[in-house]
C-alpha cells in the first residue's frame, strides 16, 4: 500500500464505493454481521471523519454505537462465568409434588405443606409453595373445594360390613342359600354358611360364627348393611349391637343401596357358578370357601389400587428378562381360575 501512487489509491477506494453502492441496492434484507464485523467497523470508525462515515459504512453511526455499547455490556458481564444470581428454579417433580400433596389433602395449608416436605427431605420455603399453588389455580386452605360424594363415602368403608343370601341352582335343580358378608374397606369376603333351608335362627348362629371369626377386628366396624328379608330378626341385630354395631336396612326393592354385595354376588356367578355344575350343599360350600380364598388372597381389586384384600402392598418388580421362564400357573377349582406367581 505504501509503494502505491496516491491516485491509484483513490481510485481503488472509489471502485469499492462504488461496489458498496450497488450492492446496497440489491439488497432485499438487511445484512447481518458477526460479532468480528462489528468490531471491525467500530475500530476504523474512530480513523474516519464523521461526514465521511455515512459514505463509507454500509450501516449509520447510531449502529455502530450500539454495537460499541454492546460490546462494552458484554466485557463487564460475568453472569456466565459466575453462574445464575439468585434462588434456584423450583424443579417440576418438586411443583408436582406440592400439586398433589395440596390437592389429596385440602386442609392443609403452605406451612402444613412444607413441613411435610421437611419431613420427606426437601427443603422449600413456605413462599415457594404459596407460588406453586397460585400458580396451578388451588385457593388457600380451608377454603378450598371440600371433599366429593366418592371421597366422603370412602373414607366411612373401614367401617361398614354388608350381607346378602346368594341362591345357587344345583344340578337336579334345588336350590340352595349362601349367606355372605364382605367387608367395605378391605373387600373381604366371608361365606358364612350354605344351606338347603335358611331360617331366621340359622341367621343368627352365622352371625355369631362370624363375629368370633373377626374378634379384635369388629371393633373397627359401626354398621352393618342388611335388607328387609324376613330371615333378618331382631336377634340377628342383637348379635352386632353387642359390639357397638348398628344394623342399617336398605329400602324397599332398592338392590343398589347395597351395592358392593350385590356386586360380589355378580362376580360370583361370573367367574364361579355359571362355569360349574354344583351337585350338593357341600359341594356348593367348598366351591364357595375355595373362591374365598381366592378371592381374599389373589384376586386383584381396582378399588385398593389392584390389590387383594389381605395383601398390603405390590411385590418389587422384576428386571430379570429370565422371569418369565419362572412363571407357574395355578389350577383353582379344576381350572375354572388361575393364579400365577413366579417359581422361588
Request: net charge positive; aromatic share 6%; with cysteine.
Amino acid at each position: 500500500m505504501l509503494l502505491r501512487r496516491q491516485a491509484a489509491k483513490d481510485a481503488e477506494l472509489l471502485v469499492l464505493r462504488h461496489e458498496n453502492a450497488v450492492l446496497r441496492r440489491q439488497l432485499v434484507r438487511p445484512v447481518r454481521y458477526e460479532p468480528a464485523d462489528r468490531l471491525w467497523f467500530a475500530a476504523l470508525s474512530e480513523l474516519i471523519a464523521r461526514r465521511r462515515r455515512a459514505q463509507v459504512f454500509p450501516v449509520t453511526p447510531g449502529t455502530v454505537l450500539t454495537w460499541h455499547r454492546r460490546l462494552v455490556a458484554r466485557r463487564w458481564d460475568y453472569s456466565e462465568r459466575r453462574g445464575r444470581a439468585g434462588r434456584p428454579p423450583t424443579s417440576r417433580a418438586m411443583k408436582e409434588l406440592v400439586v398433589r400433596l395440596a390437592q389429596e389433602n385440602t386442609r392443609w395449608g403452605c406451612r402444613r405443606i412444607q413441613g411435610e416436605l421437611a419431613r420427606l427431605g426437601h427443603r422449600v420455603g413456605a413462599s415457594t409453595v404459596w407460588e406453586i399453588l397460585t400458580a396451578a389455580d388451588i385457593g388457600p386452605a380451608p377454603r378450598r373445594s371440600g371433599p366429593t360424594w366418592r371421597e366422603f363415602l370412602t373414607a366411612q368403608t373401614d367401617a361398614i360390613l354388608a350381607c346378602d343370601f346368594i341362591h345357587i341352582d344345583q344340578v337336579d335343580l334345588r336350590r340352595v342359600y349362601a349367606l355372605v358378608f364382605l367387608e367395605h374397606g378391605t373387600r373381604r369376603l366371608h361365606v358364612a354358611g350354605v344351606t338347603t333351608h335358611p331360617t331366621a335362627q340359622w341367621t343368627v348362629q352365622q352371625a355369631r360364627n362370624l363375629a368370633v371369626g373377626l374378634g379384635v377386628r369388629l371393633e373397627s366396624l359401626r354398621f352393618v348393611i342388611r335388607d328387609r328379608d324376613g330371615k333378618y330378626t331382631k336377634s340377628f341385630d342383637a348379635v352386632f349391637a353387642a359390639d357397638g354395631i348398628e344394623a342399617v336396612q336398605t329400602a324397599p326393592r332398592s338392590p343398589r343401596m347395597n351395592a358392593h354385595c350385590e356386586r360380589v354376588i355378580g362376580t360370583l356367578r361370573r367367574e364361579v357358578l355359571d362355569h360349574m355344575l354344583i351337585w350338593n350343599d357341600t359341594h356348593a360350600r367348598r366351591v364357595l370357601e375355595a373362591y374365598a380364598r381366592h378371592y381374599n388372597r389373589h384376586r386383584p381389586h381396582r378399588a385398593r389400587g389392584q390389590l387383594p384384600p389381605l395383601v398390603s402392598e405390590h411385590p418389587a418388580p422384576l428386571s430379570d428378562p429370565a422371569a418369565a421362564d419362572r412363571l407357574r400357573r395355578t389350577r383353582v377349582l379344576g381350572g375354572v381360575i388361575n393364579e400365577y406367581r413366579y417359581a422361588a
